[in-house]
C-alpha cells in the first residue's frame, strides 16, 4: 500500500482561516479510482511539493506550489494528479477547484467557462461576474487571496491559459496536466509522465481481470502488458473488456490485438478509446505536423535519426526537424539522447497504427510519392557512405531509381564516419529496403540492398543481406528488372561464398547469364571475379587464373580500380597456393597499391593480409606478425568483423608457428567467436581445424580429434575445398601417429 504523509502531520500555516461559509467551499474534485497502481516515487514528489503551501520554517508561505504533469495521451496524468489531490485534500480545507479544458466543445470548458464557474463556486453572484476574462482572472485570485485551495486544470494545452487560472496567492497549490510539454509557469515543477512498467502494468489487469484469470495465463498476460505497450488507458479497455467477458481467455484478446488493421477498433469500450483521445492531440496539430505524422506510420517500430523527417515531410532538414519536434511537444513521437549526443525519435505502436491509419485516406499518389523521396533519400544516402569508404563508385553497380538528397547537398558531417553511421542505421535501413520492396518500387529497392552490402559484409549481419535481397530479388523478378535481378544474384552468390559454395557458383552463374544477355561487361567482371574465387576455393587454380585475368581486363575497361585490385589480389591468392611466393607478392603489392591509390580502404587492407598470410606461409613469421597486426588494427578500427575474424585467425596460427601457444589460444578463442557472430562457415571451419592444431601441440589427443571432426563437418557443408581437405587429411595423419606412439 501507498505509505502517504497525513495531513495530521503536517504543521499548519500561521494563517488566519478564510472567512467562508462551508457553502462557500468548493469540493470540486472528481473520484479516484481504487486500482490506482505504480507512481509511487511521483506521488511522494507531488505530495512533498503540495506540503511546501502549507508553510515554511518560519509559518508563513511564499509562493505557490505549481506542479505539471505531462505525457502522451492515456498515460495517466489525469489519475495521478487527482490521486494526489484527494491525498492532499485536508491540507487545503478553504476548497478544491477542478477544470478540464477543451471537454468536448463546451465552452464551460475554455478558460474564460472555467473562471465563471471558479468564481460562482467561490461564492461570486453571477452578475457580478465581468464578461472580460482579464478581469474575470484578476477576480479570481482575488477570491483565493489568504484562502487554502487546491486547483487542478486538466489537459491545459499552452502556457497562456493555464496561467489565467493560477492563484497569486501564497496557500494555495495547482496541479495542471497537459498532453503538450509546456515549459510550465516560472517555478513550477514539471513531471513527464512515463508509461507503466510490467510490475505495475501486471497488477494492473489482476485488479480488473482477476487474479485467478490472469494466474492460469501467465505468458498470456506478459503478451498483453507488451501490446498494450504500458499505457494504462490501454490496459484499462483491454482488461475491463475481459473482466465483462469472462468467457474470454486473455489468449483471445492477444489475438484479436495482435492484428495491427484491428488494434485500435479492439482498444475501445464504452466511449473509452484510444482512437479517440489520439485524434484529439491530432486535431490540434499545424497541417505540417498532422501530414509529417501520417507518413511516419508508413515507418517500422524503430527509432530513426531527425533527418527522416525531411523527405517524408518534403522540407529542407532544420524547418522539417521544426515540425518532428512539434510531434515531440504533442507527446505523439517519443525522443531522447544517445551518448554521443546524437538525437533519435520513435512512434509508440498505436501512434504509429494511428498515423498509417490515417495515411490509408489520403491519395495513393500522395503515399507513394512519400515513400519514393523516403526511400530515394536511403538510396543517396547509402551510395554515399559507399563511395566514402571505397573511394569511389566502385564494384557497385547501380539503377535508375532516382534519390533524393537532403537539403544540404552535402552528407558529409551525417557520414563522417560512413561504416558507423552504417552500423547505427542498419535497422533503419533494412525496413527502408522492405518498404521500397512492399512498395514495387523495383530500381530503389535492388539498388539500395545491393549497395548496403557494403555494411551486411563488413558484420554479423547475414540475416539482414538475405532477407533484404529476398524481398528485393521477388520484385525484380515480378516486374521483369533483368539489371536488378542480376546484381542481386550476384550479392547473394558473395553471402554465399563464406557459407555454401554450390548454392554461391548457382548464383552467380545466373547472374553472369543475365549481364551476358545484357551485354553489360561490368556486370560479367563482377560476376567473374566471383566464379574465379569459387573455383580458387575448390582447388581449381588453373581455371580461377582464368577468371580472375577476364575480369581484371574487363575491371581496367570499365574504369574500376577496386575491381582492378580484387583480381590481382585473387591472382595473387592463386599463385601463394601454388607456392610461387615470389609471383604472389608482386600482385599482391600491385593489388594494394592500385587500392591505396583510389582510397579503397577494405580492399587495401584485403591485400594488405594476404600479403602478411603470404610472409606466415613462406615462414617470415616476424615479418607477417606485424604486417598481421597492423590488419587486426584496421578491420577493427572498421567494424569489420569478417576481416577481424581472419587477422585474429592468422595471428593464431602464426603464434602456433611461434610457439607461443598462449597467444595462438587466445587470439583463436576471439577468431572463433567473431566467426559465430558473422555466420562465415569457410572462417569458423579454419578456425576450428587451428584449434585442433594447436590442441595436438598441447597434448589432449580426444580435443584435437574433436576439433577436427568439427571442422571436417563445417567443411563439408560449405562445399569441401581442396586446400583444406588436404590440411585436415595432414592433421587427421599427426593424431593417428601421436594415437599409436601413445
Same mark, same amino acid.
Given at each position: ?25 468548493? /469540493? ?49 496524468? &489525469? ?6 489531490? %484527494? ?40 452578475? /457580478? ?59 513550477? &515543477? ?23 484469470? &490472469? ?170 557512405? %559507399? ?287 567473431? /566467426? ?67
Amino acid at each position: 500500500a501507498l505509505d502517504l504523509p497525513s495531513p495530521a502531520q503536517v504543521t499548519a500555516p500561521a494563517l488566519l482561516p478564510a472567512q467562508v461559509t462551508p457553502a462557500l467551499r468548493p /469540493a470540486q474534485l472528481p473520484g479516484g479510482i481504487p486500482d490506482f497502481v505504480g507512481r509511487q516515487d511521483l506521488v511522494r514528489l507531488m505530495l512533498g511539493e503540495l506540503e511546501s503551501a502549507t508553510g515554511t520554517a518560519d509559518g508563513q508561505p511564499r509562493h505557490v506550489p505549481t506542479i505539471l504533469l505531462t505525457g502522451r495521451d492515456g498515460i495517466g496524468k &489525469t489519475t495521478l494528479a487527482l490521486r494526489v489531490a %484527494h491525498a492532499a485534500r485536508d491540507w487545503f480545507p478553504d476548497g478544491q477547484l477542478f477544470g478540464r479544458l477543451r471537454a468536448g466543445g463546451d465552452p464551460a470548458s475554455i478558460p474564460a467557462g472555467i473562471l465563471e464557474r471558479f468564481l460562482r463556486s467561490l461564492g461570486v453572484p453571477p452578475g /457580478a461576474i465581468p464578461d472580460s476574462i482579464a478581469e474575470r482572472s484578476a477576480m479570481f485570485r482575488s477570491s483565493v487571496a489568504d484562502r487554502r485551495v487546491l486547483i487542478v486544470l486538466d489537459d491545459v494545452m499552452s502556457v497562456d491559459e493555464g496561467e489565467l487560472l493560477l492563484p497569486g496567492s501564497p496557500g494555495c497549490a495547482v496541479i495542471m496536466t497537459s498532453r503538450v510539454r509546456l515549459p510550465g509557469p516560472p517555478g513550477s &515543477t514539471r513531471i513527464e509522465v512515463g508509461l507503466l512498467d510490467d510490475p505495475a502494468a501486471t497488477e494492473l489487469l489482476h485488479q480488473i481481470i482477476g487474479r485467478e484469470r &490472469t494466474a492460469a495465463e501467465p505468458e498470456a498476460l506478459r503478451e498483453l502488458v507488451r501490446l498494450c505497450e504500458g499505457l494504462p488507458l490501454a490496459l484499462r479497455i483491454a482488461g475491463s473488456k475481459l473482466a465483462t467477458r469472462g468467457h474470454w481467455r486473455i489468449g483471445r484478446m492477444i489475438e484479436r490485438l495482435a492484428d495491427e488493421r484491428r488494434r485500435l477498433d479492439e482498444l475501445y469500450l464504452d466511449g473509452a478509446s484510444i482512437r479517440a483521445t489520439l485524434e484529439i492531440s491530432y486535431e490540434s496539430l499545424p497541417a505540417v505536423a498532422q501530414r509529417l505524422l501520417e507518413r511516419m506510420g508508413l515507418l517500422d517500430d524503430l527509432d530513426y535519426p531527425a533527418w527522416v523527417s525531411a523527405p517524408l515531410a518534403e522540407l529542407p532538414v532544420p524547418e522539417a526537424e521544426d515540425v518532428l519536434e512539434e510531434l515531440v511537444a504533442a507527446g505523439l513521437v517519443e525522443a531522447w539522447a544517445l551518448a554521443d549526443g546524437t538525437v533519435r525519435f520513435r512512434l509508440h505502436d498505436m501512434v504509429r497504427l494511428f498515423g498509417r491509419e490515417t495515411l490509408a485516406g489520403r491519395e495513393t499518389a500522395e503515399r507513394l510519392a512519400a515513400v519514393r523521396r523516403y526511400t530515394g533519400c536511403w538510396l543517396w544516402l547509402v551510395s554515399e557512405a %559507399h563511395r566514402l569508404y571505397h573511394g569511389g563508385d566502385f564494384y557497385v553497380v547501380h539503377g535508375r531509381g532516382p534519390e533524393w538528397p537532403l537539403s544540404e547537398g552535402d552528407p558529409g558531417a551525417l557520414l563522417a564516419d560512413p561504416i558507423r553511421w552504417l552500423h547505427q542505421e542498419r535497422h533503419a535501413l533494412v525496413d527502408a529496403i522492405l518498404l521500397a520492396a512492399r512498395t514495387r518500387l523495383d530500381e530503389i529497392c535492388w539498388d539500395i540492398a545491393v549497395t548496403s552490402v557494403t555494411l551486411f559484409e563488413l558484420g554479423p549481419y547475414s540475416e539482414d543481406w538475405l532477407q533484404t535481397h529476398e524481398a528485393a530479388l521477388a520484385v525484380t523478378t515480378q516486374e521483369g528488372n533483368d539489371q536488378g535481378t542480376a546484381a542481386l544474384l550476384y550479392s547473394l552468390g558473395l553471402r554465399a561464398m563464406g557459407q555454401d559454395l554450390g548454392r554461391c557458383r548457382d548464383y552467380l552463374h545466373r547472374a553472369l547469364a543475365l549481364w551476358e544477355r545484357l551485354a553489360d561487361p561490368y556486370g560479367r567482371a563482377l560476376a567473374l571475379a566471383g566464379l574465379a574465387g569459387t573455383e580458387r576455393l575448390a582447388g581449381h587454380l588453373a581455371v580461377a587464373a582464368i577468371g580472375y585475368r577476364q575480369a581484371l581486363k574487363f575491371f581496367r575497361q570499365a574504369g574500376d580500380p577496386a575491381g582492378e585490385a580484387s583480381a590481382l589480389r585473387g591472382l595473387g591468392q592463386v599463385e601463394m597456393d601454388q607456392g610461387r611466393y615470389d609471383a604472389a607478392r608482386d600482385l599482391l603489392e600491385q593489388s594494394a597499391t592500385v587500392a591505396t591509390a583510389a582510397g579503397a580502404r577494405r580492399d587495401a587492407t584485403q591485400s594488405a593480409y594476404y600479403l602478411a598470410e603470404l610472409y606466415r606461409r613462406h615462414g617470415d613469421l616476424a615479418e607477417a606478425d606485424g604486417r598481421m597486426r597492423q590488419v587486426a588494427r584496421e578491420t577493427r578500427l572498421a567494424g569489420d568483423v569478417v576481416g577481424e575474424g581472419y587477422s585474429l585467425l592468422g595471428q593464431g596460427a602464426i603464434h602456433v608457428r611461434q610457439g607461443d601457444l598462449v597467444k595462438a589460444d587466445r587470439d583463436l578463442r576471439a577468431a572463433k567467436t567473431l /566467426a559465430d557472430q558473422s555466420g562465415d562457415a569457410l572462417l569458423t571451419g579454419q578456425v576450428l581445424l587451428s584449434g585442433a592444431e594447436l590442441d595436438l601441440l598441447r597434448g589432449p589427443v580426444s580435443a584435437a580429434r574433436a576439433g577436427l571432426a568439427s571442422a571436417n563437418t563445417v567443411f563439408a557443408s560449405f562445399g569441401a575445398p581442396e586446400y583444406w581437405n588436404t590440411r585436415c587429411l595432414e592433421l587427421e595423419s599427426l593424431i593417428q601417429q601421436r594415437e599409436r606412439n601413445g
